[in-house]
């Protein structure tokens, strides 16, 4: 037998410390929430995102998200605006794509969201992203 890891131990345990670390950090302030371009999508949009983040940190957690957080996580396209807007440093960007995994059926969890139908969304959005942002904010974002 090999002393080898089994494919994906490694990206599994780094999954697993980042979830403890931001379920630590996060003060779910709703900050994240409040600047994301893409929030207002959502099929279930809500007014202040201290409503919003614990949703997402449940789900983080395996429970059941809130409508508004399962609506947020189906929208996210990972922008990394959120980042800066984090007081504690969180990376809401990788909260977001972490709970979108476990959202998804992913880490072991119950699926909560389906994957958009619509296979060319993540393309238009990229590319009306394009059309609204600067040379150094596209840097950024893609």
Same mark, same amino acid.
């Given at each position: 037998?090999?002393?080898?890891?089994?494919?994906?131990?490694?990206?599994? %345990?780094?999954?697993?410390? $980042?979830?403890?670390?931001?379920?630590?950090? #996060? &003060?779910?302030? +709703?900050? /994240?929430?409040?600047? *994301?371009?893409?929030?207002?999508?959502?099929?279930?949009?809500?007014?202040?995102?201290?409503?919003?983040?614990?949703?997402?940190?449940?789900?983080?957690?395996? %429970?059941?998200?809130?409508? $508004?957080?399962?609506?947020?996580?189906?929208? #996210? &396209?990972?922008? +990394?605006? /959120?980042?800066?807007? *984090?007081?504690?440093?969180?990376?809401?960007?990788?909260?977001?794509?972490?709970?979108?995994?476990?959202?998804?059926?992913?880490?072991?969890?119950?699926?909560?969201?389906?994957?958009?139908?619509?296979?060319?969304?993540?393309?238009?959005?990229?590319?009306?992203?394009?059309?609204?942002?600067?040379?150094?904010?596209?840097?950024?974002?893609?």
């Amino acid at each position: 037998m090999s002393d080898r890891p089994v494919i994906g131990q490694r990206q599994k %345990e780094f999954q697993a410390r $980042e979830v403890e670390r931001i379920l630590g950090a #996060c &003060t779910q302030c +709703g900050k /994240c929430y409040e600047v *994301c371009p893409m929030a207002h999508y959502s099929k279930a949009p809500a007014t202040d995102g201290k409503a919003v983040v614990p949703g997402v940190l449940a789900v983080l957690r395996g %429970e059941q998200g809130s409508p $508004e957080a399962l609506g947020w996580i189906a929208v #996210c &396209t990972r922008s +990394g605006v /959120c980042v800066p807007a *984090c007081p504690e440093n969180v990376d809401p960007k990788m909260m977001m794509r972490l709970a979108r995994m476990t959202a998804l059926g992913g880490r072991e969890a119950p699926k909560q969201i389906s994957v958009p139908e619509d296979r060319d969304y993540f393309d238009r959005v990229r590319a009306f992203a394009k059309l609204q942002l600067t040379d150094d904010e596209l840097k950024d974002w893609t």
